[in-house]
């Protein structure tokens, strides 16, 4: 998958150097292969006009970032446990999962699933 800030430097939030968050969040929105990847914004913004535009754009949530280290790391613990055990994903189009389509819905990931390597049946396709 291509990166699509590459040349940001470090993120901080809305105020990215040399692009914004809002800026990579339009990019991602609008590229048929990474529109459907979750977009949560962890902003020190808490303009009701940065909410609005971020979602009007398509993120998937808006986290203003706690002042506090410790506040902030039970923020990342807290969003992490919500992406990773409670929310759904979206399916993955055309994903056939025991035969059946989308009925285990997962993100795709960079190595192989055992549904798309097929061995050799026999000694001789080796």
């Known amino acids: 998958m291509r990166e699509v800030a590459s040349a940001t430097g ?8 040399k ?11 609008t590229d048929e292969h990474l529109k459907n990847i979750p977009v949560v914004a962890l902003t020190s913004s808490r303009l009701k006009s ?13 986290v203003v970032k706690p002042v506090g280290f410790s506040e902030f790391v039970t923020t990342i613990k807290q969003l992490a446990i ?8 979206p399916p993955v189009v055309g994903r056939k999962e025991n035969g059946v389509r989308d009925s285990n819905p997962t993100f795709p990931r960079n190595e192989p ?8 049946s026999s000694a001789s396709e080796r």
């Open 19 to 29: 692009v914004s968050g809002l800026e990579v969040l339009k990019t991602i929105k």
């Open 82 to 89: 919500f992406w990773m055990a409670i929310n759904k994903p």
């Open 113 to 120: 699933d055992a549904n798309d390597i097929h061995p050799p």
């Open 50 to 62: 940065d909410l609005k535009e971020f979602y009007r754009h398509g993120v998937n949530a808006y």
């Open 10 to 17: 470090k993120p901080d939030g809305n105020k990215m150097p």
